[in-house]
């Protein structure tokens, strides 16, 4: 049974569970959702969230770091990106992190294809959250 006035307001009118030990009464920007939390009037992600998404980044843009620049370019190829975005991305020698802001990397990595990859769309989240739909 709830504990707490705002969980037991929720379960006896509204007809709505509350799973104390996952549920907590915060500020907004004390709370981090999904990876996501609120820094003033912005949504931000997480330190950890944002090492997660370089991290899946390396893997799609880098080979081994002693080959050639061809698993960098397979790997564009294989998300649909054009070529010569692919080759020019390739050889360049930024950094990965600054290659995930290229034409190549946004044009491979569709928000469909990232849903393929079983991913979650924070903004569709978000606007069912807000019965936008």
Wanted: hydrophobic fraction near 35%.
């Amino acid at each position: 049974m709830p504990h707490s006035a705002t969980a037991l307001r929720l379960d006896r009118k509204l007809k709505l569970p509350v799973n104390e030990q996952k549920s907590q009464v915060a500020k907004i920007s004390e709370v981090t959702f999904l990876g996501f939390c609120f820094r003033g009037t912005k949504l931000r992600g997480t330190d950890a969230a944002r090492d997660d998404f370089k991290h899946r980044i390396r893997q799609l843009t880098a080979g081994n770091s002693g080959d050639t620049c061809g698993p960098k370019v397979r790997n564009l190829l294989a998300l649909g990106t054009y070529k010569r975005q692919a080759i020019l991305t390739a050889i360049s020698s930024k950094s990965d992190w600054r290659l995930s802001k290229t034409l190549a990397t946004h044009s491979g990595m569709t928000n469909d294809g990232l849903k393929q990859q079983g991913l979650i769309s924070f903004r569709d989240l978000w606007i069912k959250a807000q019965s936008y739909v």
